[in-house]
């Protein structure tokens, strides 16, 4: 089994930072990417940033230029550095691992952390 937990939501004002931190246990054979999907409430989960093992990156291009993300691959850990934060920034995030776990390949989700951006 896979577990992830996550940490480093929480409430701030636009233009506010925080850090997303998710970290995966468990029988990891290799996980090959990490990354961030947010929700919010009626509208599809979507992706915000993803990172591969090989250091590839991928971001929503809402985000371009406000958020990093990183990764430690020693740790299985994956971090998502929100800065600028806008009003629409606000949602559930997820974090997400797609890993080889006893030589099968698949999505694991964390349970969610909530970032909002309120004056």
């Known amino acids: 089994q896979v577990q992830l937990v996550e940490s480093g939501g929480g409430l701030v004002q636009p233009g506010g930072s925080l850090r997303l931190s998710c970290a995966a246990s468990g029988s990891l054979t290799i996980v090959y990417a990490m990354g961030w999907y947010r929700q919010a409430p009626g509208k599809q989960r979507e992706l915000v940033a993803k990172?591969?093992?090989?250091?590839?990156?991928d971001y929503a291009d809402s985000v371009k230029g406000r958020f990093t993300i990183s990764r430690d691959n020693a740790k299985n850990t994956v971090y998502l550095q929100m800065n600028s934060l806008k009003p629409e920034d606000t949602a559930l995030y997820y974090c997400?691992?797609?890993?080889?776990?006893?030589?099968?390949?698949?999505?694991?989700w964390g349970q969610g952390t909530q970032v909002t951006v309120s004056s």
């Open positions: 990172v591969t093992r090989g250091g590839s990156t």
């Open positions: 997400n691992v797609d890993v080889l776990v006893s030589a099968f390949r698949g999505d694991y």
